[in-house]
């Protein structure tokens, strides 16, 4: 019997060979992402930019360090950073709920920050600053206010668990904020073209200074996310069985809820509701790491990057010069693959 | 299944120390008689008080109950469906809010009111193990066993190495070493009821309260954990368990608490309680009870006389 156990019925763990293997696609893709776009450079000429702009070697083209450094590397890092932050969310959500179904925008976040958005465009509100722009603010305020309106919302009822309820309070907060995001640009229909590029997500004309204002906000949320592996585990038990382990359901249930909602409003004020990314990147890792949460928030993070600066890029490219939302390109290439794995028996979930 | 052994840990001191400033301040006296300080005179390790716990806007489901569980002891509650004996482990492992009475525990130092205590030293008093339970993703049996430690190591400590020695000793203990690697969801029921028994070991508290242990075993399994159970008490633990087996109480139990409508019926040595007249009137069901050939126990089987005197059902 033991050698049965030794022979490959444990789940197998990624190895350093693994984590390699990753982390040299992750380092192809962001370079793919550099050289893609309405005008498409060799791979030569990115790295060349890349050492010139690191090490000082000589003899680039500027147009190339403006369109490689000036434009695509903040963008790419951008949408790695969103990427990231969804993928960590998704995967404490999950968690929390114990529901492989769970997504960063179970919480209301994908309304709250159209609503902030919206206003921040109907309104032509400018914050006179120069380092966040109304939008990304009043999306990541938005974004904040629906996930703590549906925390106070779901500690109302008494009578179904309170993470069952904070499900179906995300349902309905969420359902209530988009038919007032309809109701604002039913009678703002000037605005309708911005709003629905908003919507389906974008990193067009992002630069240096969302990564500034959204990196930080993501790497905390990421920090905190981690801080939850151990008791997230705990959890998978039960919730009551987890509160005879030791476990502070309650507390979790906030923590884990303020991590991931930080997490999700940072990536939506970065580059609007991009769906998919945030399911895929914690079945994707669930997939190679089993659901032990220290492995499977920080790869889970690190496919949500990969996924979102891929297809990024390929949305600038595809159809270049015009761009695509880049909500089409994940919701494209993540439900097939999303069905898919469905498709498969081992999930690693008992849903 | 090898027989249990206590797992010894060089740093058991360290370990058993609750966080301090949680412990009953100036607590009076219990209902033993004793005192918080008699920590060495006294054999119990629970003791309820007058305890009366409900769920809001129902009739109280458990009312003024009085016992105590002792250290080396296994005790059995019975009684009907619906009696009372979920709720009452769940109040006693200080999950619920009381209406009246109160829970103390102690351990080999001090004595808590269990319900000031927090959820993690809540859970490095007692353990309780549920009826039932459901993993919502494929874990692996060892790392789902180690989940029994988290209340001795809290969110961030972990000893990797330690975890590991008592995880498998406790899948020793259990007898399941073979199952280690196999993710939980894929287990038959009664593998998975060995599993959660085997992180009960790992939790490794004084006090014990198992509900329904010996459910979704095969005749071997129920056996073992009941020799199990006992062992656990011969090591000095305070051992109790449901059953809707009267036969299980009544050979692995020291004392039976016999509950009805949340009230308790009786309560002493399973020959005084285990008879005729009591288990009808709890239980409404008319019994034939006798010694058990070996002459031990009282042996219980259902009067088949009584299917036969009862009317027509449809």
């Given at each position: 019997?033991?050698?049965?156990?030794?022979?490959?019925?444990?789940?197998?763990?990624?190895?350093?060979?693994?984590?390699?293997?990753?982390?040299?696609?992750?380092?192809?893709?962001?370079?793919?992402?550099?050289?893609?776009?309405?005008?498409?450079?060799?791979?030569?000429?990115?790295?060349?930019?890349?050492?010139?702009?690191?090490?000082?070697?000589?003899?680039?083209?500027?147009?190339?360090?403006?369109?490689?450094?000036?434009?695509?590397?903040?963008?790419?890092?951008?949408?790695?950073?969103?990427?990231?932050?969804?993928?960590?969310?998704?995967?404490?959500?999950?968690?929390?709920?114990?529901?492989?179904?769970?997504?960063?925008?179970?919480?209301?976040?994908?309304?709250?920050?159209?609503?902030?958005?919206?206003?921040?465009?109907?309104?032509?509100?400018?914050?006179?600053?120069?380092?966040?722009?109304?939008?990304?603010?009043?999306?990541?305020?938005?974004?904040?206010?629906?996930?703590?309106?549906?925390?106070?919302?779901?500690?109302?009822?008494?009578?179904?668990?309170?993470?069952?309820?904070?499900?179906?309070?995300?349902?309905?907060?969420?359902?209530?904020?988009?038919?007032?995001?309809?109701?604002?640009?039913?009678?703002?229909?000037?605005?309708?073209?911005?709003?629905?590029?908003?919507?389906?997500?974008?990193?067009?004309?992002?630069?240096?200074?969302?990564?500034?204002?959204?990196?930080?906000?993501?790497?905390?949320?990421?920090?905190?996310?981690?801080?939850?592996?151990?008791?997230?585990?705990?959890?998978?038990?039960?919730?009551?069985?987890?509160?005879?382990?030791?476990?502070?359901?309650?507390?979790?249930?906030?923590?884990?809820?303020?991590?991931?909602?930080?997490?999700?409003?940072?990536?939506?004020?970065?580059?609007?509701?991009?769906?998919?990314?945030?399911?895929?990147?914690?079945?994707?890792?669930?997939?190679?790491?089993?659901?032990?949460?220290?492995?499977?928030?920080?790869?889970?993070?690190?496919?949500?990057?990969?996924?979102?600066?891929?297809?990024?890029?390929?949305?600038?490219?595809?159809?270049?010069?015009?761009?695509?939302?880049?909500?089409?390109?994940?919701?494209?290439?993540?439900?097939?693959?999303?069905?898919?794995?469905?498709?498969?028996?081992?999930?690693?979930?008992?849903? | 299944?090898?027989?249990?052994?206590?797992?010894?840990?060089?740093?058991?001191?360290?370990?058993?120390?609750?966080?301090?400033?949680?412990?009953?301040?100036?607590?009076?006296?219990?209902a033993s008689?004793?005192?918080?300080?008699?920590?060495?005179?006294?054999p119990y390790?629970l003791e309820a008080e007058a305890l009366s716990v409900g769920?809001?806007?129902?009739d109280p489901v458990i009312s003024g109950l009085s016992f105590g569980l002792k250290?080396g002891k296994v005790l059995a509650v019975i009684g009907p469906n619906g009696s009372g004996k979920t709720t009452l482990f769940r109040a006693l492992?200080?999950?619920?809010?009381?209406?009246a009475g109160?829970v103390?525990?102690?351990?080999?130092?001090?004595?808590?009111?269990?319900?000031?205590?927090?959820?993690?030293?809540?859970?490095?008093?007692?353990?309780?193990?549920?009826q039932?339970?459901?993993?919502?993703?494929?874990?692996?049996?060892?790392?789902?066993?180690?989940?029994?430690?988290?209340?001795?190591?809290?969110?961030?400590?972990?000893?990797?190495?330690?975890?590991?020695?008592?995880?498998?000793?406790?899948?020793?203990?259990?007898?399941?070493?073979?199952?280690?690697?196999?993710?939980?969801?894929?287990?038959?029921?009664?593998?998975?009821?060995?599993?959660?028994?085997?992180?009960?070991?790992?939790?490794?508290?004084?006090?014990l309260l198992l509900d329904e242990p010996t459910a979704?075993?095969?005749?071997?399994?129920q056996m073992?954990t009941l020799?199990?159970l006992l062992?656990?008490a011969?090591?000095?633990?305070a051992v109790a368990f449901s059953v809707h087996d009267l036969n299980l109480a009544s050979m692995a139990a020291n004392e039976v608490l016999l509950l009805a409508h949340g009230r308790m019926v009786a309560f002493g040595k399973p020959k005084a309680i285990l008879t005729p007249a009591i288990i009808k009137n709890a239980y409404g069901a008319r019994v034939i009870v006798d010694n058990h050939p070996s002459g031990a126990v009282p042996h219980i089987i259902l009067d088949p006389e009584w299917l036969q005197t009862q009317g027509?059902r449809?």
């Amino acid at each position: 019997m033991k050698i049965f156990a030794r022979a490959g019925l444990r789940r197998p763990r990624l190895g350093a060979l693994g984590y390699s293997v990753l982390g040299i696609t992750s380092v192809l893709a962001f370079l793919g992402s550099l050289c893609l776009g309405s005008v498409s450079l060799a791979p030569l000429e990115v790295l060349k930019v890349l050492g010139a702009k690191l090490f000082g070697l000589a003899g680039v083209e500027p147009i190339s360090v403006a369109i490689v450094w000036q434009l695509r590397l903040a963008r790419s890092l951008l949408a790695a950073v969103a990427g990231a932050a969804l993928g960590a969310s998704g995967a404490v959500l999950q968690g929390l709920f114990r529901n492989p179904l769970a997504d960063p925008y179970s919480m209301g976040v994908s309304a709250g920050a159209s609503l902030g958005a919206v206003i921040a465009i109907v309104a032509g509100i400018s914050t006179g600053v120069s380092f966040i722009g109304a939008v990304e603010l009043f999306s990541f305020i938005g974004a904040l206010g629906a996930s703590f309106l549906v925390y106070i919302a779901a500690r109302v009822s008494r009578r179904i668990s309170p993470t069952a309820a904070l499900l179906l309070a995300g349902a309905a907060v969420g359902s209530f904020v988009s038919a007032l995001v309809a109701l604002i640009v039913t009678f703002n229909d000037k605005d309708l073209h911005s709003v629905f590029y908003w919507m389906l997500g974008g990193f067009g004309g992002k630069g240096w200074k969302d990564v500034a204002t959204a990196a930080p906000v993501a790497a905390f949320s990421l920090a905190g996310a981690l801080f939850l592996a151990r008791p997230l585990d705990v959890l998978a038990a039960g919730e009551e069985t987890a509160g005879t382990l030791g476990l502070d359901v309650a507390l979790l249930r906030r923590l884990a809820v303020l991590t991931a909602s930080l997490g999700a409003a940072s990536a939506v004020a970065a580059g609007g509701v991009v769906g998919f990314v945030g399911l895929l990147g914690p079945h994707f890792a669930r997939m190679i790491v089993g659901p032990l949460h220290r492995r499977l928030i920080p790869l889970s993070a690190a496919f949500g990057a990969v996924l979102l600066m891929t297809a990024d890029a390929l949305a600038r490219s595809v159809a270049a010069p015009l761009e695509l939302p880049v909500g089409i390109v994940t919701a494209f290439i993540g439900a097939p693959v999303f069905l898919h794995l469905l498709s498969r028996t081992d999930q690693g979930t008992n849903v | 299944m090898s027989p249990y052994k206590p797992f010894i840990e060089t740093n058991q001191g360290k370990d058993k120390a609750l966080e301090p400033g949680l412990a009953t301040a100036n607590p009076p006296i219990l209902a033993s008689g004793g005192r918080p300080s008699d920590i060495a005179t006294t054999p119990y390790a629970l003791e309820a008080e007058a305890l009366s716990v409900g769920y809001p806007g129902r009739d109280p489901v458990i009312s003024g109950l009085s016992f105590g569980l002792k250290r080396g002891k296994v005790l059995a509650v019975i009684g009907p469906n619906g009696s009372g004996k979920t709720t009452l482990f769940r109040a006693l492992a200080g999950e619920l809010p009381l209406e009246a009475g109160r829970v103390l525990v102690r351990n080999k130092r001090d004595c808590y009111d269990i319900r000031r205590l927090s959820a993690r030293n809540k859970a490095r008093l007692v353990t309780r193990v549920l009826q039932s339970e459901q993993s919502a993703w494929a874990v692996p049996v060892a790392d789902y066993v180690q989940a029994g430690l988290f209340a001795a190591e809290g969110w961030f400590s972990h000893d990797p190495a330690r975890a590991a020695k008592k995880t498998a000793w406790a899948l020793d203990a259990m007898g399941i070493s073979f199952l280690s690697g196999r993710p939980v969801t894929e287990l038959s029921g009664g593998e998975f009821r060995r599993v959660v028994i085997a992180r009960a070991l790992v939790q490794d508290t004084d006090i014990l309260l198992l509900d329904e242990p010996t459910a979704d075993l095969d005749l071997e399994h129920q056996m073992e954990t009941l020799k199990l159970l006992l062992d656990l008490a011969k090591a000095g633990k305070a051992v109790a368990f449901s059953v809707h087996d009267l036969n299980l109480a009544s050979m692995a139990a020291n004392e039976v608490l016999l509950l009805a409508h949340g009230r308790m019926v009786a309560f002493g040595k399973p020959k005084a309680i285990l008879t005729p007249a009591i288990i009808k009137n709890a239980y409404g069901a008319r019994v034939i009870v006798d010694n058990h050939p070996s002459g031990a126990v009282p042996h219980i089987i259902l009067d088949p006389e009584w299917l036969q005197t009862q009317g027509d059902r449809i």
